[in-house]
């Protein structure tokens, strides 16, 4: 069974541009997270969706963040303008019929 | 005060010991209670589920105490294999769906 895909790998920008990063969930998980995770502490949900819908972006930084899920498959994360506190790894994750979470390997974002 | 607080270590081991992780979380409706591991510059991975009974997995134990709101992670006989980041994770209802609440991590360097 193929994992949570993730792409970029990683991206190195400057503060002020604009940065986005792709999600493709396990086949049939109806469950799609994106997390923050800083460099010492452990990965902070930003938004979830279940399929299309979003149950829960209480946590996400509304004003430079947004994220989409259009056809409740493969999702997008992006930030507008980016920040220097912006830098970490940025971890998406699914979740199938068993609420385990399976997780990509991540974006390491730099903001120089 | 963070929902989820993890010792962050480092716990510099030898191989062949035993050591435990200890975790607190402040909100008694958590329901669920997990712990992941992280390798250095990976995603997190469901390591074992946490009951009120105590589960063993191998050399692995961990355990849930809900009246102290205490989860604890034993490892036997390490393995330098066992180098990585621990963390605790709790799940509570929060809106519409299941969320996971992560600790910081413990970092457990087992040495040669």
């Known amino acids: 069974e193929a994992g949570v895909a993730q792409s970029p790998r990683y991206k190195i920008i400057e503060k002020r541009q604009s940065v986005a990063f792709w999600c493709n969930p396990i086949s049939g998980h109806a469950t799609l997270y994106w997390y923050q995770q800083i460099l010492g502490q452990g990965p902070k949900l930003l938004i979830q969706f279940q399929n299309n819908g979003v149950v829960d972006d209480s946590q996400l930084p509304k004003d430079r963040f947004s994220a989409e899920r259009l056809k409740g498959v493969d999702s997008t994360l992006k930030i507008q303008p980016a920040k220097l506190e912006d830098s970490a790894v940025y971890l998406c994750?699914?979740?199938?019929?068993?609420?385990?979470?399976?997780f990509g390997p991540g974006t390491r974002l730099t903001v120089l | 005060r963070k929902e989820v607080e993890q010792d962050p270590g480092p716990f510099n081991v030898p191989e062949g010991a035993t050591v435990a992780f200890n975790c607190t979380y402040s909100?008694?409706?958590?329901?669920?209670f997990f712990w992941y591991r992280q390798d250095c510059r990976k995603e997190p991975k469901l390591l074992m589920s946490?009951?009120?009974s105590g589960n063993e997995d191998g050399r692995f134990t961990a355990q849930l105490n809900r009246a102290s709101q205490y989860i604890s992670l034993l490892i036997r006989d390490s393995k330098l294999s066992d180098s990585a980041t621990y963390l605790c994770?709790?799940?509570?209802?929060?809106?519409?769906?299941?969320?996971?609440?992560f600790g910081t991590g413990t970092l457990l360097a087992v040495q040669p």
């Open positions: 994770v709790v799940s509570r209802y929060g809106g519409a769906t299941n969320k996971l609440i």
């Open positions: 909100n008694s409706a958590s329901q669920s």
């Open positions: 946490v009951y009120s």
């Open positions: 994750a699914s979740t199938g019929s068993y609420n385990e979470q399976f």
